[in-house]
């Protein structure tokens, strides 16, 4: 296929304000909700027209390609991806996130919409740069980095993939009950949950998780350091879990808590949740997989790696 043939498909979401209008219907009501909290309505407003300029810039580089698509967020979970499409995400560093573990082997680029709003690990370039950056993805001419993506398995065939990190747990506030095994090692466990991470995941939720445990162990020895912590590159061949909040009984014990996934070292999670037990990825709560009672899932880092465009 030639690369004026090739599809491309622009990921967007819907702004902070978009999401106000569509819960209270019109702009007025959602600037009174936001001023009645003491809130600036403006910056919802500047954030809004920055994203629809941005916007702009990049479909008026699609429109000259000529084939082209525009997906939102929300639908990712029901698209089928051509092999040969090439994937731009105009968002924050999680619309990416929440692109790659969709795609298998297809390109993606991630354009920063507000580079003065948003740091972008995942976004190294600006919508002006498409003009000149396209032609050069849509000829496979630019170089990638691999990221490295986590796999959960039930038994039943079902499967879910993360590109940050994967959530095994209670879908409210409530607590979580299931058997841990994990390199020869098991124990039955009352959690707040089970984060998995990957590299790319090994830098923001993991590093709250595993921060907060240093600093509360520092404070209540008394100590005045910590530990240092280390991410995970994001192609490395391996995944990392911590328990959250595990409480100690005579039925539940605390001590498998944190430990590193690779291929001859899966997590198995059983739930011993008769309701309310889910597994999610990238904080896209609404594309779960019900944990219930008896069910067992396996993760592992997946053979399928994200390939993102620098």
Partial sequence: MSASDRKVVLVTRRTRLQELIGRFHTV??????????????????????????????????????????????????????????????????????????????????????????HDGILLPFQPADLAALLPAVLADARPDKRVTMAQASLADGQTMLAVNDLFVGPRSHTSARYRIDWSGQAEVQSSSGVIVSTGLG???????????????????????????????????????????????????????????????????????MPEGGVIFSDGMEADSLVFGAGMTVTITPANRAGRLII
Avoid: C
């Fill in 28 to 117: 007025d009501q959602a600037r009174f909700y936001v001023q009645h909290l003491g809130a600036d309505f403006g910056d919802y407003e500047r954030e809004h027209a920055a994203y629809l300029t941005a916007r702009a810039v990049v479909t008026e580089v699609l429109e000259a390609h000529g084939r082209w698509q525009e997906l939102e967020r929300q639908y990712l979970p029901n698209f089928l991806f051509g092999p040969a499409d090439v994937v731009l995400a105009l968002g924050q560093d999680g619309l990416v996130a929440n692109a790659m573990k969709y795609l298998d082997g297809q390109p993606l680029v991630g354009l920063n919409p507000e580079p003065a709003r």
């Fill in 202 to 272: 090994s830098t923001g939720w993991m590093t709250s998780v595993i921060m907060g445990s240093l600093r509360i162990g520092a404070a209540w020895e008394g100590a005045s350091r910590t530990a240092s912590y280390r991410p995970l590159a994001w192609d490395a061949q391996a995944l990392r879990f911590a328990v959250r909040e595990p409480f100690p009984s005579r039925a539940t014990g605390a001590s498998l808590v944190y430990g590193e996934i690779d291929a001859h070292h899966p997590l198995a999670l059983t739930s011993n």
